[in-house]
């Protein structure tokens, strides 16, 4: 975790909705210039954490603190530290991009010229472009630079580069790094994988409304992860998870011979890790709900 003032503080927090338990009991913080990931499967909780941190819902429990205030009672003042990429964009049809950027910056107290916002996103060359003319991968960048034109202290984005081309993926990824470095303190959710290992310096991963686990990409699912054996059998490339690497080259080795083909032996992919981490997460809640306990 890097070290530096907490922005976020979220303690025992808990979602109900008409008593269905959405999410329970999450505690992490995010420190000043941090990129901090949510993982997890659609219904895991995520977007419900991510709106009571925004302020557009009410926590049921627990307590929740953005830049030193509860965003459920915090103000304007507040809102104009804050920015906000949703997963779908609004509906701005009947504007042009640089018309919109400039009418969303005067709502903060510190814009960003509309110019440079657009050449960050890049825009630059559509600021008199009606959205209706705009792809989707276009739209998405406008989302964008509609989320960083007030110069956010945190930025919340969901699934910032759903519907870009590589190429703009690519540079999407430059500006969230670029917003890190200048202090930027950012809380992402994503589905790909390689976007949280590439940006992320912790992430937590949610299962059934819980955090099963919060580190590092790196050390996420640590010793428990076991390791991952390879071989070509059969015409096949088969992989198994153990934590018995020893017994599961000697079989292979009394099966296929010395020289196993193809045999490679090494620590889990991020995607391995996080598809484990989920799946023992949700037997765990299964289990918590049926009100048994495994001892």
């Known amino acids: 975790m890097k070290s530096g003032e907490p922005v976020i503080q979220v303690a025992g927090l808990r979602k109900e909705y008409a008593g269905r338990v959405a999410v329970e009991s999450a505690d992490f913080e995010v420190v000043r210039g941090e990129v901090f990931g949510l993982l997890g499967p659609n219904g895991a909780g995520k977007t419900s954490i991510v709106e009571i941190m925004e302020g557009h819902r009410r926590r049921s429990g627990g307590s929740v603190t953005v830049l030193g205030q509860d965003p459920g009672t915090a103000g304007r003042e507040w809102r104009d530290r804050i920015g906000i990429v949703p997963q779908t964009g609004l509906d701005h049809e009947g504007w042009r991009v640089a018309e919109l950027v400039e009418v969303i910056g005067r709502s903060y107290s510190n814009p960003m010229p509309t110019a440079e916002v657009l050449e960050l996103v890049d825009l630059a060359d559509r600021p008199k472009a009606a959205i209706t003319t705009l792809s989707g991968g276009q739209r998405r960048r406008l989302d964008l630079a509609l989320g960083i034109v007030g110069r956010p202290e945190v930025l919340f984005l969901d699934e910032p580069s759903t519907g870009l081309d590589p190429e703009a993926?690519?540079?999407?990824?430059?500006?969230?790094?670029?917003?890190?470095?200048?202090?930027?303190?950012?809380?992402?959710?994503?589905?790909y994988l390689d976007e949280a290992e590439r940006l992320?310096?912790?992430?937590?991963?949610?299962?059934?409304?819980?955090?099963?686990?919060?580190?590092t990409p790196a050390e996420l699912g640590g010793t428990d992860a076991g390791v991952e054996v390879a071989w070509r059998e059969n015409g096949e490339t088969r992989t198994v998870t153990t934590h018995e690497v020893g017994r599961v080259l000697e079989e292979l080795r009394a099966r296929l011979g010395a020289d196993v083909p193809e045999l490679e032996v090494r620590r889990p992919s991020l995607e391995s890790r996080y598809l484990q981490l989920v799946a023992e997460g949700a037997g765990s809640a299964e289990v918590g709900a049926s009100g048994r306990s495994e001892g």
């Open 200 to 215: 992320a310096d912790r992430v937590a991963v949610l299962a059934k409304g819980r955090i099963v686990e919060t580190s």
């Open 169 to 191: 993926r690519r540079a999407c990824w430059q500006l969230i790094s670029r917003l890190r470095h200048d202090g930027t303190s950012i809380v992402l959710t994503t589905h």
